[in-house]
């Protein structure tokens, strides 16, 4: 009887090594990543990289996707559109890649939309030009919310304040010139008047001259479009000028980094921003807050630091990415189709309802208007 037990045992104990083994086995998933984790916006690239890596540590350790461990490949582009094509270009001739995320930026992203859309790779932005997923291209969707709808959040306010006339200046890159595109687009069927327009270059370290101008048209607002720092500066220079009018901004500052730059004269400033930063201050029953709060708490675990919405782009990209190799394995093609079916799916960005017409899937009611107080974040109810 012993022996027999003993046998047993040793049976049992080698089924397992052999099981564990076939699992250590499997042949990993990979997901190539393109992100600006190197220069002036950095500050947005880094909490991508280190939420997809967060993630993909939570996903190994649960057992991988569908057994097999997830593996992220990734690359810095410096916000540079040549460096994205060259990571693109490498993770195209991966055959092992099943999907692309990133880049940060809409620069880069524009640059490489049309080689994946080509090499039939999916790619999930992390940028938010409308331009991005407009005209659709089947294998291309965003995560960021899309600026026009920004532009919605800002009308609507600026209708609400009876507020008429307004003064425009924008980053020149490609994120600040399609909110200009927008803002115009949009602003101008509301009946608000633009009476300036102003822009500066990413790397400029002073916008007095151009807000010497705005000052002159006396508008009743400033709005400001773009990602750090430029928009900082704007801020500070009207503080310095003694320019008193409410100054809105696009959802491109919604992180801490803009607050520490601004410093003081980040206060008052309005913007539409994901409901990430104001997730405490949610209703019980939204549907995007329990997924808000566990992101931030485990963000701030990891890394010693608040979570903020570019890494929430992140969050969204990769999981609707895990979410459809689960459900249809490592088949780009079946992988595509999967994301463009998302419904109901409650991200960090908002919640995501995919078609055939709409590879971004959010409304802008997925944005909440919110203000800077004491160098804290505010809603605007």
Not at 61 to 83: C, F, R, V, W
Not at 105 to 132: F, Q, R, V, W, Y
Not at 234 to 248: C, F
Not at 280 to 292: I, V
Request: glycine share 8%.
């Amino acid at each position: 009887m012993l022996r027999r037990i003993l046998l047993l045992v040793l049976a049992a104990t080698v089924f397992g090594l052999v099981a564990c083994c076939a699992q250590a086995a499997k042949t990993p998933y990979c997901i190539g990543a393109i992100f600006t984790t190197t220069g002036d916006n950095a500050p947005l690239g880094v909490p991508e990289r280190e939420t997809v890596d967060m993630l993909a540590k939570q996903i190994n350790a649960s057992g991988g996707i569908n057994g097999h461990p997830l593996k992220i490949i990734a690359y810095d582009d410096a916000g540079k559109p040549e460096q994205a094509v060259r990571a693109c270009q490498d993770l195209l001739s991966n055959k092992s890649v099943l999907a692309i995320i990133g880049p940060t930026l809409t620069g880069p992203s524009l640059a490489i939309a049309n080689m994946c859309e080509k090499a039939k790779m999916p790619l999930l932005s992390c940028a938010a030009s409308i331009k991005i997923v407009d005209p659709v291209k089947p294998y291309v969707f965003k995560t960021a919310q899309s600026d026009y709808m920004a532009v919605q959040k800002l009308v609507d306010y600026v209708k609400k304040s009876n507020i008429k006339t307004v003064a425009f200046i924008n980053d020149a890159n490609a994120y600040g010139s399609s909110g200009r595109e927008e803002w115009l687009k949009l602003s101008k069927p509301a009946k608000i008047q633009t009476v300036s327009m102003e822009s500066f270059n990413t790397a400029d370290p002073d916008m007095t001259a151009q807000l010497t101008k705005i000052r002159a048209t006396n508008p009743q607002a400033v709005i400001c479009w773009g990602t750090n720092p430029g928009p900082a500066i704007v801020a500070k220079n009207m503080r310095t000028l003694g320019m008193k009018q409410p100054l809105l901004m696009s959802h491109g500052i919604a992180n801490m980094e803009f607050i520490r730059l601004a410093g003081k004269a980040a206060d008052g400033v309005i913007l539409p921003a994901g409901k990430l930063t104001v997730a405490s201050f949610m209703p019980k029953n939204d549907p995007q807050r329990a997924k808000l709060l566990k992101y931030s708490a485990d963000f701030q675990k990891a890394y010693g630091k608040p979570a903020n919405s570019f890494g929430g782009y992140a969050q969204d990209s990769l999981m609707l990415a895990v979410n459809a190799i689960k459900a249809v394995g490592p088949n780009r093609v079946k992988i595509r189709s999967r994301i463009e079916s998302t419904k109901g799916f409650a991200g960090v960005s908002g919640v995501f309802n995919m078609s055939q017409k709409d590879h971004n899937g959010l409304s802008k009611e997925a944005f909440a208007l919110v203000t800077i107080k004491n160098g804290k974040w505010a809603l605007i109810k």
